[in-house]
């Protein structure tokens, strides 16, 4: 079963960057679709963007747009969110997800991290 791993989470000043990556356990990582999720409790998991098997289509939601970048490492199992001009409205819980499908809702994957937390001070 696929297992992935989040990291880079952190604390940062308004308008800084962090790097998200989320490794995965399995050589079958390469032909999934992945996503970035994020949360805070109390409210609905949040999608951030996500990207094809091949990492040659992505999409995100329209408040990252110019802010956020995904991509995709499948010799590394790995994929990456690079957020630049973080705003405290960012501040969440950011979850990697796995599924055979590309999509943007949460219920089409079959595998999540853990969560890494991230904190945009103002």
């Known amino acids: 079963q696929l297992q992935l791993v989040e990291s880079g989470g952190g604390l940062v000043q308004a308008g800084g960057s962090l790097r998200l990556s989320c490794a995965g356990s399995?050589?079958?990582?390469?032909?999934?679709?992945m996503a970035w999720f994020r949360q805070v409790p109390g409210k609905e998991r949040e999608f951030v963007a996500a990207?094809?098997?091949?990492?040659?289509?992505?999409y995100d939601a329209g408040f990252v747009t110019g802010r956020f970048t995904i991509s995709k490492n499948n010799t590394k199992n790995t994929i990456y969110l690079q957020m630049n001009s973080l705003k405290p409205e960012d501040t969440d819980v950011y979850y990697c997800?796995?599924?055979?499908?590309?999509?943007?809702?949460?219920?089409?994957?079959?595998?999540w991290g853990q969560g890494t937390q991230v904190t945009v001070s103002s």
């Open positions: 997800a796995a599924a055979v499908t590309f999509s943007t809702v949460p219920g089409a994957y079959a595998y």
């Open positions: 990207i094809n098997w091949s990492g040659c289509i992505t």
């Open positions: 399995e050589r079958t990582f390469s032909f999934y679709a």
